[in-house]
């Protein structure tokens, strides 16, 4: 990020996240309950995420490995040994009364990702990442639905104890357009590791902390590197209930405006946890949060240490996106966009470099980024849909490279029947009649146009050039669409010269 002095009569924002991330395992963290979504509620439960007396936790093999990966990809420092504690408070949605989470000797801490925002590249500290157990889901019902005017209340333990990665950052965002950039390239990470589904609902969770510190108090420091005194001194909002990296963009837009709002006014800014309501686009002050002293952490004597020496190092990660991004560019020499949008997930890069590896890599870059791509989006399919037909897309992509069809029907003709009705791109051909037409049957055509037109030729001699375009239209319709439209306006204009 290029350095941004503050001046005078300048408010710097400054946010912290913690995300909340559902990690990808077949069952929960503490016991052998599947993870699978249900609707029917308290389906997927047993003594132990019920909090019976007398049952005990097994750690899930499967989650910590999930979280070595992410240590591992931010590049985070994963001790040989830690431990898990009980965070202690009451609520329904958590049977045992205590969560089990680590404390102050988490699996990763001091970890760092790279984000892009407006062509800026900046590095966003990651102080820790913990593992510990989802409570169950709460459902009100009833009168206003809301958690203070429902009727009454469902409890659902099928959640309870899945396993999360709490993610906290250190106060290194100056921007809601920061957050949203760090979340997408977080979504991205994780899918990458495997430990993620961005399309299930609720697995990305985040708090954001945000403050507004007033120039006079960082005067002249650089806006990246505001000191902690500042910090300290200014009061902050906490926002909770944000459940995309949309959703946070607007939440903190919203809290950022308020907030300014009432300093300029010569306001206090009250310290609170707000929720944001995202119906209503709207943060709402909510009763004021426990404080970390009220959770009276204990050890969780249940779980004994975990160790991951020895075990850490053999765990491998994939190329991550950034290094994928990277390599797209020098290896296949394409464009920035390209290489980002061919690397937003790895089944789309998968894909590509599949194409690529048969073909034109420029040439599979703009069949897989642009025209696939589009018109999976415009059918809300995913690129999985199509995951077993990749010798049909390289045969699309050669048809186009060596001729044989436009690019035109290629697009619009051919994909969108593979897509829509599963025929292959040779049978689309064949049924549609789409082979390109042979240079001489263009000729014949131009030929033919030039006899049956005589008023548009004539227009066309009297300087009217928009009258190549009636001609080219009528050539098209003899060659059924076959024809290059580039080429028969140039085999027009040579047939009129003469
Ligand atoms: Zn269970």
């Given at each position: 990020?290029?350095?941004?002095?503050?001046?005078?009569?300048?408010?710097?924002?400054?946010?912290?996240?913690?995300v909340h991330v559902q990690l990808e395992t077949?069952?929960?963290?503490?016991?052998?309950?599947?993870t699978?979504?249900?609707?029917?509620?308290?389906?997927?439960?047993?003594?132990?995420?019920?909090?019976?007396?007398?049952?005990?936790?097994?750690?899930?093999?499967a989650a910590?490995e999930a979280a070595?990966k992410i240590?591992?990809a931010i590049?985070?420092?994963?001790?040989?040994?830690?431990?898990?504690?009980?965070?202690?408070?009451?609520?329904?949605?958590?049977?045992?009364?205590?969560?089990?989470?680590?404390?102050?000797?988490?699996?990763?801490?001091?970890?760092?990702?790279?984000?892009?925002?407006?062509?800026?590249?900046?590095?966003?500290?990651?102080?820790?990442a913990?593992?510990?157990?989802d409570?169950?889901?709460?459902?009100?019902?009833?009168?206003?639905?809301?958690?203070?005017?429902?009727?009454?209340?469902?409890?659902?333990?099928?959640?309870?104890?899945t396993p999360l990665m709490e993610i906290?950052?250190?106060?290194?965002?100056?921007?809601?357009?920061?957050?949203?950039?760090?979340l997408a390239e977080l979504e991205e990470v994780l899918e990458y590791l495997g430990v993620f589904d961005a399309e299930r609902d609720g697995s990305l969770r985040?708090?954001?902390?945000?403050?507004?510190?007033?120039?006079?108090?960082?005067?002249?420091?650089?806006?990246?590197?505001?000191?902690?005194?500042?910090?300290?001194?200014?009061?902050?909002?906490?926002?909770?209930?944000?459940?995309s990296h949309?959703?946070?963009?607007?939440?903190?837009?919203?809290?950022?405006?308020?907030?300014?709002?009432?300093?300029?006014?010569?306001?206090?800014?009250?310290?609170?946890?707000?929720?944001?309501?995202?119906?209503?686009?709207?943060?709402?002050?909510?009763?004021?949060?426990?404080?970390?002293?009220?959770?009276?952490?204990?050890?969780?004597?249940?779980?004994?240490?975990?160790?991951?020496?020895?075990?850490?190092?053999?765990?491998?990660i994939p190329?991550l996106p950034?290094?994928?991004?990277?390599?797209?560019?020098?290896?296949?020499?394409?464009?920035?966009?390209?290489?980002?949008?061919?690397?937003?997930t790895k089944?789309?890069?998968?894909?590509?470099?599949?194409?690529?590896?048969?073909?034109?890599?420029?040439?599979?870059?703009?069949?897989?980024?642009?025209?696939?791509?589009?018109?999976?989006?415009?059918?809300?399919?995913?690129?999985?849909?199509?995951?077993?037909?990749?010798?049909?897309?390289?045969?699309?992509?050669?048809?186009?490279?060596?001729?044989?069809?436009?690019?035109?029907?290629?697009?619009?003709?051919?994909?969108?029947?593979?897509?829509?009705?599963?025929?292959?791109?040779?049978?689309?051909?064949?049924?549609?009649?789409?082979?390109?037409?042979?240079?001489?049957?263009?000729?014949?055509?131009?030929?033919?146009?030039?006899?049956?037109?005589?008023?548009?030729?004539?227009?066309?001699?009297?300087?009217?050039?928009?009258?190549?375009?009636?001609?080219?239209?009528?050539?098209?319709?003899?060659?059924?669409?076959?024809?290059?439209?580039?080429?028969?306006?140039?085999?027009?204009?040579?047939?009129?010269?003469?």
């Open positions: 990020m290029t350095a941004q002095t503050v001046q005078q009569g300048d408010l710097v924002t400054v946010i912290g996240l913690e077949d069952t929960k963290i503490f016991c052998g309950c599947s699978e979504r249900t609707d029917e509620p308290n389906e997927n439960v047993c003594p132990v995420c019920l909090g019976l007396p007398g049952a005990l936790p097994v750690l899930n093999e910590v070595v240590g591992k590049d985070a420092d994963i001790p040989e040994e830690t431990r898990f504690h009980r965070k202690n408070y009451y609520y329904p949605d958590l049977p045992k009364n205590f969560q089990i989470t680590q404390y102050d000797e988490p699996i990763c801490a001091d970890g760092e990702l790279e984000i892009s925002v407006e062509g800026d590249r900046r590095t966003v500290t990651v102080e820790r913990h593992l510990e157990e409570p169950g889901s709460l459902q009100h019902v009833g009168g206003g639905g809301g958690i203070d005017s429902a009727e009454y209340t469902l409890v659902d333990y099928n959640r309870a104890g906290v950052t250190a106060p290194d965002f100056r921007s809601p357009a920061e957050v949203r950039a760090f985040i708090d954001a902390n945000l403050s507004i510190i007033p120039a006079e108090e960082i005067d002249g420091e650089d806006t990246a590197e505001i000191g902690a005194e500042a910090l300290a001194a200014a009061n902050r909002t906490e926002v909770k209930n944000i459940s949309k959703g946070a963009q607007k939440a903190l837009a919203y809290e950022e405006t308020r907030q300014k709002n009432a300093i300029q006014r010569g306001r206090a800014v009250e310290q609170e946890t707000r929720h944001w309501d995202e119906s209503r686009g709207i943060t709402v002050s909510m009763r004021s949060k426990e404080e970390e002293k009220d959770y009276r952490y204990f050890e969780e004597a249940d779980l004994p240490p975990l160790r991951v020496s020895g075990w850490k190092e053999e765990i491998a190329e950034t290094a994928r991004r990277e390599r797209f560019e020098d290896e296949y020499g394409l464009s920035d966009e390209a290489a980002s949008k061919l690397t937003s089944q789309v890069a998968d894909f590509y470099e599949d194409v690529a590896g048969e073909y034109d890599p420029d040439l599979a870059a703009t069949w897989v980024a642009d025209n696939l791509l589009g018109e999976l989006n415009y059918r809300d399919m995913e690129i999985t849909a199509i995951e077993g037909r990749l010798e049909e897309v390289t045969r699309l992509v050669e048809l186009v490279a060596t001729d044989e069809i436009t690019a035109k029907n290629a697009r619009e003709t051919v994909l969108r029947s593979m897509l829509d009705d599963g025929r292959t791109p040779d049978e689309v051909v064949a049924e549609e009649g789409l082979g390109k037409t042979g240079e001489d049957e263009v000729k014949r055509a131009v030929v033919e146009a030039v006899e049956e037109n005589p008023d548009a030729v004539a227009d066309y001699e009297s300087g009217d050039d928009g009258a190549i375009n009636f001609l080219v239209g009528q050539v098209m319709q003899k060659t059924g669409g076959s024809a290059d439209p580039g080429d028969v306006n140039q085999l027009l204009r040579a047939e009129l010269e003469d």
